[in-house]
């Protein structure tokens, strides 16, 4: 009995604190390291007034929203206005949970094995589609309760937008689904070390598809018209302030991080090194596997998900922002076309190949 | 019980994207905008009022106020008009350090209007790349006037200061530079696919309309007009110098655009050249200590980086004027606005807004 407790009780809420806490912190420090690279790009020094090098300053920007004056508007539905930004975390932070961060072993504490993740779910992938999708609820209700009219507009954007991308967002999935035969997150990373690729290689159309949706479903420049500061002042959360702000801005931040590691997951091999077969290699984990196998996992997981965050800011310091009406047409024009027909390919070059 | 309605949106005085205290009242149908409303008014200082109880030297920092993204060329439309109505003659070499002024000055305002408009559009690094550009020219002017701004730079009749030493090589180095640092501008945007959309067809403006608003400058070019002051009606010593004026035909965004980058390579030409045949001599003419213009009125334009730049004076041969009137460009082809973003969205109306280049300081005066 109180095996059973610890196996299923004990063990997951320790893990949700430990993913939740490293999270959290990967967050604040994320929007440092956008700081930061715009910075470099853009010819200037970014933060460096708090801790060396501008180290605290997220530390400083987080304890600043904290104590902010938490103003509802009088206009405002106050249920709903408080409810959205809650409506917009819950889903951010629950699809960590099927998110593999490492692999190749486990954790022996007391006599359990604890996994590197939370869960690893026969359904993964179909989850994460599930409850990323729920996200824009949360931009809907808060840009509808502020009652103002630039909020109104952006939240009528951002539903469109994330509506739309979903599409595209779904079917670039599938091919990988297709060629690893499961939707588990775990069983994917399997999959590509026996196919002895990475499936960016063969779907290398998928994970464009998939990073260019999974962009606009982040609402990030070039597709951040919910939010667009220059027409819509916040877009969906100008009315917000405080704490309330600080956890749209989480979200956010957080599903970008989500949609890093799903592509790390899907396309980029998980948490396994370049070429995890060819035993020469080995000196490529930098003896931290012979610490342990799990630590090499956690530092090529992190080193993906951050190239493709990388990629993510530097979208953001190299283009302009689209237009509603272009979105849209690229969308539904281009995008959903697009990954459809690598559906139909991939569908039939997994049959031919059988 | 299900009804659509149109949806009225103030868009400024506080807006991140009205380059100013700029209000628009839009009907919006959707995100379509049906019916426009421009409010100005919000940064009025009555300068021309001020003007009339002021001597001519005192009006010189006003007009600094007016166009303060361009205020050499506002400082270089008054005293040139008064200088017309009293026939000063002004010497070869303050004409020429006039010109070079003017023409960065003219750099570092299309280098404002690049920035703010990629900025509205999301480009948000080509601000800074402008922005360390014009750093140089503003640091040239700082060493010429002492001022970075509000130069106040000109004298009638002539210069207070000749150039500090070691100013023309300065100048020279930025005028070699400025090339390179324009293609990064042309590589982030010339041929980016997002800019061409958010600004192709865009804020169309054909020339009968352009005319008819009084649409000067670049805008006005756009629509095929070619029509530049320092060409059509040669002032200070602009007939000595080699220079193209842009021309283009599809009367948009884009190519006002086009336009703005082109003329800030011909500008370097002109400053170039200006600096090659640099006279050495006297820098102010004969001017008395008083000025009192003689009875009459006058007006005169220079070609601003906005558009035509008009200053008329009513002189009953006081050392006040008795009228001072400006015409200002932003003023001007402001007007134009409502219906170059009629039916479009908006998204369109920042680019528009930022394509007509207005200075609220210079619409409202």
Redesign the interface.
Known sequence: MTDTLIQHLVIPLGQILVVLGVISLVVTYLTLLERKI?GF????LAPRRVGPHGILQPIADAVKLLIKEDIIPDKADRMLFTLAPILTIIPAFTALAVIPFSGGGTIDLFGYSIHPWIADVNVGVVFLLAISSLGVYGIMLGGWSSNS??SM?GAL?GAAQMVSYEVPFGFSIIGVMMLSGTASMVGIVEAQREAHVWYFVPQIVGLFLFFVSGVAETNR??F??PE??????AGFHTEYSGMKFALFFLAEYTSMIIIASIATTLFLGGWMRPFPNVAALGWLNLGLDRISPLLAGVFWFATKTFLVLFLYLWL???????????LMRLGWFWMIPLSIANVVATGLAVILAR | MFRTEMMDINMGPQHPATHGVLRLKLLLDGETVTDTDVIIGYLHRGVEKLCETKNYHMIEPYTDRLDYVAAMYENLGYVETVEKLMGIKVPERAEYIRVITAELQRIASHLVWLGTHALDIGAMTVFFYCFREREIILDLFEAFCGARLTYNAYRIGGLPWDLPPGWTDRARHFVKIFPERQKEYDQLLTKNRIWLGRTKGIGILRAEDAIDFGVTGPCLRSAGVDYDLRKAHPYSVYDRFQFDVPVTYNCDTYDRYLIRMEEMRQSTRIVEQALDHLPAGEIMGKVPKRIKPPVGEVYHTVEGPRGELGFYIVSQGEDKPYRMRFRSPSFVNLQALPHMIRGSLVADVVAVIGTLDIVLGDVDR
């Open positions: 715009l790009m853009q010819l200037r009219k630039y507009l954007r420049l070039p951040d018209l667009a500061e220059s027409e819509l002042v953001r310091g190299t283009f302009p922002r689209y237009r509603y009406d272009q």
